[in-house]
């Protein structure tokens, strides 16, 4: 079973710290990201800028393409690991 990047663990960690819940695990997660973790929630993002010091090798990143899931997270450009939620309000009713 793959880790997730360490890079991106305390963004993982806060979130169930917040009560977030994970959707799923995608390995992989297309051909360009070898592991991502879907959360169930949107991300707290105002909380993980605030408290989380995040390396330059993080980034964030959001889809907004109508054939994918709208979903917004962070992206590890040293792992190709990916976080993320849906956008606020996106998630359906099977998912709450």
């Given at each position: ?94 998912q709450k």
């Amino acid at each position: 079973m793959t880790k997730l990047s360490p890079s991106l663990q305390p963004i993982f960690d806060l979130e169930l710290q917040k009560g977030n819940k994970v959707l799923r695990i995608d390995e992989p997660a297309g051909s360009k990201c070898p592991y991502a973790i879907v959360f169930k929630f949107p991300l707290h993002f105002r909380e993980i800028m605030d408290l989380i010091s995040l390396p330059p090798i993080v980034e964030k990143w959001e889809n907004e393409d109508p054939h994918y899931p709208f979903e917004k997270g962070f992206f590890c450009n040293k792992t190709q690991h990916s976080i993320s939620g849906p956008t606020s309000g996106e998630f359906s009713e099977s998912q709450k």
